[in-house]
């Protein structure tokens, strides 16, 4: 026997073991209606129920604002700003301020400046 006719044998002995043996990976089931699917990912990154990651949105807007508070010592930031740091800071992920580039204690700084405003914010017109 030569070897390509060996070849030949060995290439159809294999082809015909691995058509009998078991699938190896099942595939994944279909999800018909993702939203009814609670997921640990989902409840980590806080997608249900909370306005976490459009608090991220915002303050990821209001980066510029953020900068010139500590490059030029500007004394202010806005609404907005403030309330996308004190829910993404307090309520979503504590750690995310500081991952944008920020040190813990301009993270401190941001958010003690953000609480202070609520404590100091003036009371709601009263609309007649």
């Given amino acids: 026997m030569g070897s390509t006719e060996t070849n030949l044998i060995?290439?159809?002995s294999l082809v015909a073991a691995l058509a009998s043996s078991a699938p190896v990976a099942e595939p994944?089931?279909?999800?018909t209606n993702p939203s009814a699917v609670s997921s640990p990912l989902a409840l980590r990154l806080k997608l249900e129920?909370?306005?976490?990651?459009e608090s991220l949105f915002?303050?990821?807007?209001?980066?510029?604002?953020?900068i010139m508070f500590f490059l030029n010592g500007e004394t202010y930031l806005g609404q907005d700003c403030c309330e996308a740091i004190r829910v993404v800071g307090h309520d979503c992920w504590?750690?995310?301020?500081?991952?944008?580039?920020?040190?813990?204690?301009e993270?401190?700084?941001?958010?003690?400046?953000?609480d202070g405003e609520v404590s100091h914010a003036p009371p709601p017109a009263i609309v007649s």
């Fill in 10 to 12: 060995i290439l159809v």
């Fill in 28 to 31: 994944r089931p279909l999800i």
């Fill in 49 to 53: 129920g909370s306005s976490c990651w």
């Fill in 58 to 66: 915002q303050l990821q807007a209001c980066t510029g604002e953020i």
């Fill in 94 to 105: 504590p750690n995310v301020v500081g991952s944008l580039g920020f040190t813990d204690e």
């Fill in 107 to 114: 993270t401190d700084i941001l958010q003690g400046f953000c």
